[in-house]
């Protein structure tokens, strides 16, 4: 069986008790360096998560027979590798358990309720921004070419006026939350998150 286990924004603390009890039965973790370094211990054999996700695909399902976990930032299926594992894998050959996301953890810390909220992501794709800044309150999940910068840049070029609410390290002891209009963004920020408010 392959179990997904959301792992939560970083912090073993926002764990949850099934991801806890998932993780120690495993026989195999599956996850990116940080994930490993954190939860896989002396004792659990490991494989790394890295860009050649048709091998990994090919190797789960030879191995589907053994207690596979693969490990997700956050929840599995808000922008992770959920989605394709569930796009090639059954129901039966697939166990997902959900994880408190960054977009949920971010929204908590900034005491913003989540309805209404538009959810996004800029991993290796290009925002349709127009598309974007017609929502009041959109959440993006960033990566390192589009962040909150980029994002600041095209409110600027269309002269729109927002509040940004980046969320910078979450969980963990460098964690910084920031509440700024677009020309206050900075050029450079750690693994983010980013709210895009309307408050007019």
Not at 72 to 80: E, K, Q, R, V
């Amino acid at each position: 069986m392959i179990t997904v286990v959301g792992i939560g924004p970083g912090d073993t603390d926002y764990l949850t008790p099934a991801a806890r009890r998932a993780i120690e039965r495993a026989e195999v973790l599956v996850g990116g360096k940080r994930h490993l370094a954190t939860l896989s211990g002396e004792s659990k054999e490991s494989r790394l998560l890295d860009a050649d996700l048709l091998g990994l695909l090919e190797w789960l399902d030879s191995n589907k027979h053994r207690a596979i976990v693969v490990l997700a930032s956050g929840d599995p299926l808000l922008y992770g590798i959920g989605k394709l594992l569930a796009a090639n894998f059954s129901a039966e050959e697939l166990h997902i358990v959900p994880g408190i996301s960054a977009i949920q953890y971010l929204c908590a810390k900034a005491a913003l309720d989540m309805n209404d909220l538009f959810l996004t992501s800029s991993h290796g794709r290009e925002p349709d921004f127009d598309w974007i800044f017609q929502h009041d309150k959109v959440a993006m999940v960033t990566d390192g070419i589009i962040g909150p910068r980029a994002i600041a840049d095209a409110l600027q070029q269309r002269g729109l006026s927002r509040t940004l609410i980046i969320g910078e390290n979450l969980s963990q002891p460098n964690e910084r939350i920031y509440r700024l209009p677009a020309e206050q963004v900075v050029a450079r920020y750690d693994m983010n998150v980013v709210v895009i408010l309307n408050e007019r």
